[in-house]
Structure formats: structure tokens, C-alpha cells
């Protein structure tokens, strides 16, 4: 067996389990296919774009050639051009109309209940601020997606095919397995009221593995059977860390057999570990300074006046981010074993041309300023062309750089027991030294101070004495810290040796969990919630239009009509009074002490010489 086909083996030996939300349009497929329904296109700093290929001539040789482009140029694919209205309009009515004739209307996706429900007023602001800049910013058009649905249907119902690319890498003890897949389209924000809508879109879940034995002991077969899966990473939009992964025995994961399940975001095409629907917030750059100035005011909330409940459970509710749901349901199409789909396994590595030599983008450059409706650049560069560091660095993408390989652990242990030995041994030899050389200089010091004409020599020594005695304390507490830290780790390699089992989850930070449950979330506070936003500006314009002197009047009564319906509405209007009537407090506060500060210090100032007296009177009464 060849490296290739012992590759493929290993692939389809861990090959993950997608199962997508009800409605999802676009699946993984081979890239084939797709080059053969794109152009090739070039932007040019400050010019229009040009074609460099059209539709139907695009080769992979062309793809990968040198164009000699300009400086600052976007080389780009572009999938689809989309169709006029009224064949776009044909195509939507014959497709719900075989929805009806064959019964499927069930498998239309239905939004969840509640996305700006479930945050609070600043931030359904700014997803108002959000969806009106996809006017000025460059977006993808909206007949986009209809259209490219259109053609991937008619592929599929004429080759039914599902593709990922696989990739294997040994690097510091780990084999790693990587699957990519590519989807033709992303259509989050027409399809499932997300983020962005972008041609091409690459996801990727990582299996990192050991051997137990040296390769070179085992036959091929019996190498692929003993290769024992540790972690599992799942690419989720652009994080990366340690939160990405999580141990094969985790109860978190899912798995059937070898075979990792992988709930896919309707539209996002992101990866999680739980079914269910996820709060995925973007954060604008433009509002990070006034975010830094909201967390502050809420530290002091909830840390210093310790209102409203813990700061975790309530700071989703004063972010200035766009607050998306991420609909990971699983209740749709399933693609691996366990479904009636199945894949088809493509290795790929650095030496594949279209992966390593083509730098573009691989989807319409929709020219986005935030670059949210750009399309993606390939599973090896960035957009701006620069190594992918899930590519070049699989194991630290995932956190897993510090981690030693089981079968590496106990070597790893020693060696840093053995370190620790000789760093004590040698700050123990220092201090010892150290000791010695202060008790000659006290020696010294006192020698000094039986001359009445040296005090200057006297002081500086005593500086000296000083800064030396500080410098050995704190190489005591070095070695203090350096013996128990060694202690720990004996202990820890005998309980290895014991069998204990190390903590499978002490290395997440923020696990990504589903939203709760909203379904008995009231109707009316839901629709409140939804058009709060849309109420509140068509009411300012009508409050500035016929009621100008009473505008501030007139918005306060309006902002707290819809504040106190909606905490109505949900049940809470209890805690809203209680929030008002402490925030009422503060204020009030405030404008007292602005406006008595002089007569407020002078009673301070009173107050602290009453009780210094009393205090003194005490005293001297004893």
C-alpha cells in the first residue's frame, strides 16, 4: 500500500458526520465542478474589474497561471451571474410548486423564536446600524443566491455528489487529519437572516491522533487500526484556540463508531459540537472605544453596586455587537455513515496546484470595506494572502502546540522534573552565597557605626544592604515557588503512573453553548422586541416633525413606553423598577453632590474631627 492509498485509508477510517438544519441549499462539492461554472476575474487598484476568463473556458492551468497582475490587484473566481427577473421568478414558482406536488414544504427551514429578544436595546441599534450599511458597503446581490441554489439543484439531480479533501500531516508526535470542504455558496443573510451571503465558502474539521508503537513495528493495516484518535477541532467561523477543540472521550462530542458528528450552521456553513441554535455576535471596530467605556460602566454595575445579578449572565445585553442566530439544528440532510448520503474522499497536500499556487479568491470579490461579503481565499492562503494558519500550523490553531502527545508525556515530565532539579539546585547555591556576602557587609555596617565620622559610608551601605536583602527575598520565593512547583509535578507523574486520567476539559475558556430554549417566550414580547428599533426611529422623525419643542420630552416618553411594554410583556417589570429606582438614586447623588459639594466636604471634614476626638477621649479615659 502506497503513501496515497494508506492516506485515504486514514480519511475514511475518521471521516466526520455533517448533519445540516432543514433548508440548507448548498452542500460540499468537488471543485471540479465548480471552476467549470466560474470566470476569472481581476480588480485593479482604484479601476473596474476586468475578465481574465469567461464562463466555460476556465482550465486549471489558467487558474494557476502567472497573470502578471498590478500591484494591489484581487484576483478572483465569479460563480454566477444572476438571472433576470422574470426567469428567476419562473424558476422560484416551479420549485414551489413541486415543493407542494411532492410533499416537502416540511423541510423548509423556519426561523427560531426571539433573535433580538434575546439582547437588548443597544444592540438591536446596532444590527439596525448594521443592515442599513449593506446600502453604502459592497454586498453580494440578493438574486445571488436564488440563482446559484438553481444551478447546484440541476447538478445534483443530474450527479448526486458529496466532496471533501482530506490532508494528513505528521508533525511532533501527532498525526493529524485534516477534512475540507468546500460549499459553492454561503447564504447566511438571504437564507437564514444571518451575517453576510459570499460566493465560496471553505470549512474544516481537524482528528489529531497517535501512534501507540513506532510505526515501524506495525504493519501498514495494523498502523491505520492502532491510530488512536485524542482531539477533534471544528473550525467555527475565524476563531481558533483552545475552545475550538475538545477531547475524543468528551461527552460534548458525539460520535457513531470512529466518526466524529458535526452539526453544520444553516447557511454559515460554521461547525459545532451540540445541536441547537448559537448567539454569534460581530463586533464593529468602529464602536470598540465606546465598548471600552460601556464594560467599564458595567463593571462598576455589577461589581462595585453588585446589581442585577451576576456580570456573565447579564453582559450580552450592553455589547455594541450585531447579535445573528447560527442555526445548527441537525434536523436535515446527514452526509457520512450513519446517512444515506455518503462522501467522496479527495487527498490533497502542498503540491496540489490549484491549493498552493492559486491566491485569489474563490468567489465574487463583492468589493465589502469589512470584507464580510468578500468571497473566501483558498484552504492555504488568506485573503490577503498570507499562510492560513490551520494550514501551516494545525497544531496551534487548535491550542495544541503545548501539548505533548500521550505516548511523549512521561518523557516530557521528566524532562521538566529534571529541570526544575537543577534550577533549585543553582538559586539554592545562590542564595547561599547571596547570605553570605549580606552578613559580611552587616559585619561591616556595624564595624561603621562605632565611627562617628563615617555615617555617609554608613547610609550607603545600608542602601546596599538593603537592595541586596530585597534581591535574596525574592530568589527565596523563586525557590519556593520552583519546589512546590516540582512537587506538584512529581506528584502528578506518580498518579499517571497510578492510572489517573487527565482532565479532558480544563482548557476551555468560553464554551460555545446552544441558545435556551425561547419557545415560551411571550408572542408580544417577541414582536416588541423585533420592532422596537423600527418603532423608535419612525418616531423620532415624527416627534421632531410635529412636537420640536417637546423632542426630549417626547422621546423619553417614548423610549420608556417600549422598555416598559416589553418588560411587561416578559415578566419583569418588578426588577425594571427596582433597576430605575437604584439608577434614580445615582443620579440623584450626583446632582446633590454637584450642587452642595462645598457643604458636603465641610460635613466630611466635621464628621472626621467629632470622631477622631471621641476616639482620643476613649484613650486617654483609659
Request: glycine letters at 6%.
Amino acid at each position: 500500500m502506497n503513501e496515497t492509498d494508506l492516506a485515504l485509508r486514514i480519511l475514511k477510517r475518521f471521516e466526520p458526520i455533517l448533519r445540516f438544519t432543514k433548508g440548507e441549499r448548498f452542500f460540499p462539492v468537488d471543485i471540479d465542478w465548480y471552476l467549470s461554472q466560474c470566470s476569472l476575474w481581476v480588480k485593479p487598484p482604484r479601476k473596474p474589474a476586468q475578465e481574465l476568463v469567461p464562463q466555460g473556458d476556465l482550465t486549471l492551468d489558467l487558474l494557476t497561471k502567472d497573470w502578471n497582475l498590478e500591484s494591489g490587484s484581487v484576483l478572483y473566481l465569479k460563480f454566477i451571474e444572476p438571472m433576470d427577473v422574470v426567469e428567476l421568478a419562473k424558476h422560484s414558482i416551479a420549485e414551489a410548486v413541486e415543493r407542494w406536488t411532492h410533499h416537502t414544504v416540511d423541510e423548509l427551514f423556519r426561523p427560531g423564536r426571539a433573535r433580538l429578544a434575546r439582547v437588548g436595546y443597544l444592540s438591536r441599534l446596532i444590527d439596525a446600524i448594521f443592515s442599513l450599511s449593506l446600502f453604502w458597503r459592497g454586498r453580494v446581490p440578493g438574486d445571488t443566491a436564488a440563482t446559484a441554489a438553481f444551478v447546484y439543484r440541476q447538478r445534483q439531480e443530474k450527479d448526486e455528489r458529496y466532496t471533501y479533501y482530506g490532508r494528513v500531516v505528521r508533525e511532533n508526535g501527532w498525526t493529524i487529519v485534516q477534512y475540507w470542504y468546500f460549499y459553492p455558496f454561503n447564504n447566511w443573510r438571504s437564507g437564514f437572516f444571518g451575517v453576510n451571503d459570499h460566493e465560496g465558502d471553505w470549512e474544516m474539521v481537524a482528528i489529531y491522533c497517535v501512534e501507540p508503537r513506532s510505526s515501524s513495528d506495525l504493519g501498514e493495516e495494523e498502523a491505520i487500526e492502532n491510530l488512536e484518535p485524542i482531539w477533534v477541532a471544528y473550525a467555527s467561523h475565524d476563531f481558533e484556540g483552545d475552545d475550538l477543540r475538545r477531547h475524543w472521550n468528551d461527552p460534548e462530542l458525539e460520535k457513531v463508531g470512529n466518526h466524529p458528528v458535526v452539526y453544520v450552521g444553516a447557511g454559515s456553513h460554521a461547525s459545532y459540537f451540540q445541536r441547537g441554535e448559537y448567539m454569534s455576535e460581530i463586533e464593529l471596530p468602529l464602536l470598540r472605544p465606546l465598548a471600552l467605556v460601556v464594560n467599564w460602566l458595567q463593571s462598576l454595575w455589577y461589581d462595585f453596586l453588585r446589581q442585577a445579578g451576576s456580570k456573565d449572565a447579564q453582559k450580552s445585553a450592553f455589547v455594541f455587537r450585531v447579535p445573528f442566530v447560527d442555526y445548527a439544528r441537525g434536523d436535515g440532510v446527514s452526509i457520512g455513515v450513519s446517512g444515506v448520503k455518503q462522501w467522496e474522499a479527495v487527498l490533497f497536500d502542498e503540491t496540489t496546484p490549484w491549493a498552493s499556487r492559486y491566491r485569489g479568491l474563490w468567489g465574487l470579490y463583492a468589493e465589502d470595506p469589512i470584507a464580510g461579503e468578500n468571497a473566501p481565499a483558498g484552504p492555504i492562503y488568506d485573503r490577503d494572502g498570507n499562510f492560513r494558519r490551520r494550514w501551516i500550523d494545525p497544531l496551534g490553531w487548535a491550542g495544541l502546540d503545548k501539548v505533548a502527545p500521550p505516548n511523549q508525556l512521561a518523557q516530557r515530565i521528566e524532562e521538566q522534573i529534571a529541570s526544575f532539579e537543577r534550577q533549585i539546585q543553582a538559586l539554592a547555591i545562590e542564595i547561599r552565597e547571596q547570605t553570605e556576602e549580606l552578613q559580611r557587609l552587616e559585619v561591616t555596617r556595624q564595624a561603621l557605626a562605632t565611627q562617628s565620622d563615617q555615617q555617609k559610608a554608613k547610609l550607603d551601605l545600608n542602601k546596599k544592604i538593603a537592595a541586596s536583602s530585597k534581591e535574596l527575598w525574592g530568589k527565596k520565593r523563586e525557590l519556593a515557588e520552583l519546589e512546590r512547583a516540582c512537587q506538584f509535578l512529581q506528584t502528578h507523574r506518580q498518579q499517571l503512573k497510578e492510572g489517573a486520567a487527565l482532565p479532558i476539559r480544563d482548557h476551555i475558556r468560553h464554551s460555545h453553548e446552544p441558545l435556551p430554549d425561547t419557545s415560551n417566550l411571550n408572542v408580544l414580547a417577541e414582536g416588541v422586541a423585533a420592532l422596537s428599533v423600527g418603532i423608535l426611529l419612525v418616531g423620532v422623525v415624527f416627534l421632531w416633525w410635529l412636537e420640536r419643542p417637546y423632542f426630549l420630552i417626547g422621546l423619553a416618553a417614548l423610549i420608556g413606553g417600549l422598555v416598559f411594554v416589553e418588560a411587561g410583556f416578559r415578566g419583569q417589570l418588578a426588577r425594571l423598577i427596582n433597576s430605575l429606582s437604584i439608577g434614580l438614586a445615582i443620579v440623584s447623588s450626583f446632582v446633590l453632590l454637584f450642587n452642595f459639594f462645598w457643604q458636603i466636604v465641610l460635613a466630611g471634614v466635621l464628621f472626621a474631627g467629632l470622631f477622631l476626638l471621641w476616639q482620643n477621649l476613649r484613650e486617654l479615659r483609659r
